[in-house]
C-alpha cells in the first residue's frame, strides 16, 4: 500500500496530535483535551486496523470477496478503511472504549461470516 493513499488519515492525526499538544501547552480545558485525546486513540486504533486488513487481504485474496459482498474494493485502501469504520461503529463495546475495542476486533474474521 502506497503511503499515499494514507495521507488523509496521517494528515487528520498529526492535525488533532498538533492541537492537543498545543491545548497541553496553553493548560487548555481538560474536557476538550480529553476529548481530542480519545479521538487520536481512536483514528490512530481505525487507522492501524485499516492497515492490518489492508495486508492480510494482500496474504489472503480471498477475503476480498467478503469486502465486495459488502459494497466495498479490496484494492482500495479507502474502501478498507471505509469498512473498518463502518463496522467499528456497530461494534458491542461490553464496557470498553472504542478504541480498544478497534484494536480488540478481527475484521479479517468478520469477512469470512
Known amino acids: 500500500m502506497a503511503a499515499s493513499e494514507q495521507s488523509e488519515y496521517l494528515e487528520e492525526i498529526a492535525d488533532l496530535r498538533s492541537r492537543l499538544a498545543h491545548l497541553v501547552e496553553q493548560a487548555g480545558d481538560p474536557v476538550l483535551i480529553s476529548e481530542f485525546t480519545v479521538e487520536v486513540r481512536i483514528l490512530e ?60 476486533t478481527d475484521f479479517a474474521a468478520l469477512l469470512q461470516s
Open 45 to 104: 486504533s481505525l487507522l492501524l486496523a485499516a492497515r492490518e486488513l489492508d495486508q492480510q487481504l494482500r496474504i489472503n485474496p480471498e477475503l476480498g470477496e467478503g469486502l465486495l459482498l459488502r459494497g466495498f474494493s479490496p484494492q482500495s485502501f479507502k474502501d478498507v478503511y471505509a469498512f473498518v469504520y463502518d463496522t467499528a461503529m456497530e461494534i458491542e463495546l461490553g464496557g470498553r472504549d472504542l478504541a480498544r475495542a478497534i484494536g480488540e
